[in-house]
């Protein structure tokens, strides 16, 4: 079985409300056992929602408490983006996922690169909460973009 995010597959979960429906990631997966998942929504946060990125560091500094997730507005989100990162971590430990295709730059799915918490469109070196927790269990993690490059 392979863990899919969400909005990969159609589900509108985006901040936006809106998805990123990758074609040739649901053909390549198509007849195979998926479990679709938003870590956001997980966590409680609703679709649509202000947009959030990750200040002072990366999803593994969220873990540890030395950086925060904000939205535009400047809430704090840090409670729920933990909580869905949790979430799907334990959905992992019991399905034993053989992969997880998350979403780059997401800041709970972001592989590599997260946005830096500026709004500006700048990324940073690091990964989302969400990946960043299941890096530590061990979990086989490959970004959206990564699948698809990997399948050319």
Known sequence: MIM???CLFGVNCKYNGENNYNPKICQALQGQGILLFC???????PSPRPPAEIQGGDGQAVLKGEARVVNRNGEDLTRCFIKGAEEIARLAGEKR???VILKSRSPSCGIGQVYDGSFTSHLRTGDGVASAR???LGVSIMSDEEFIARRN
């Not at 870590?39 to 946060?45: D, I, N």
Request: proline residues 12%; glycine residues 12%; charged residues 20%.
């Open 134 to 136: 299941l890096k530590e």
């Open 4 to 6: 899919v995010s969400a």
């Open 97 to 99: 996922p053989s992969l």
């Open 39 to 45: 870590p956001e929504q997980a966590g409680g946060l």
